[in-house]
Nanobody
Framework: GQLVESGGGLVQAGGSLRLSCAAS????????MGWFRQVPGNEREFVTI????????YYGDSVKARFTISRDNAKNTVYLQMNNLKPEDTAVYYC????????????????????WGQGTQVTVSS
């Protein structure tokens, strides 16, 4: 399987960005999709996850009410809509895929994921 992220960039605080992650080579609807982020020197941080059928989502506390994850299984793509961005959201954002064997909420650790994209940089200026 292969994941390719896009949509990162530079935005002012309070602005919005929409990230996309296109998957290939896997049965997309069978995979939980997650977004994580990482800054240099830190571990990859959980942002949000979505179930294979798109009905269940979970968010990290720092992004609740600002970020929204969604997926289009017909297009093999997962999205991350980021609103009211803050400088502390600055990071490289990665999408990951893991075969859905357990409840969606189980998959909050980066080391559980089978596939990763290359990452896309999001920079929020103050």
């Amino acid at each position: 399987g292969q994941l390719v992220e896009s949509g990162g960039g530079l935005v002012q605080a309070g602005g919005s960005l929409r990230l996309s992650c296109a998957a290939s080579g896997l049965t997309f609807s069978s995979y939980v999709m997650g977004w994580f982020r990482q800054v240099p020197g830190n571990e990859r941080e959980f942002v949000t996850i979505i179930s294979g059928d798109g009905t269940t989502t979970y968010y990290g506390d720092s992004v609740k009410a600002r970020f929204t994850i969604s997926r289009d299984n017909a297009k093999n793509t997962v999205y991350l809509q980021m609103n009211n961005l803050k400088p502390e959201d600055t990071a490289v954002y990665y999408c990951g895929a893991v075969l859905e064997l357990y409840n969606t909420d189980y998959y909050r650790r980066a080391n559980q994921y089978d596939y990763w994209g290359q990452g896309t940089q999001v920079t929020v200026s103050s």
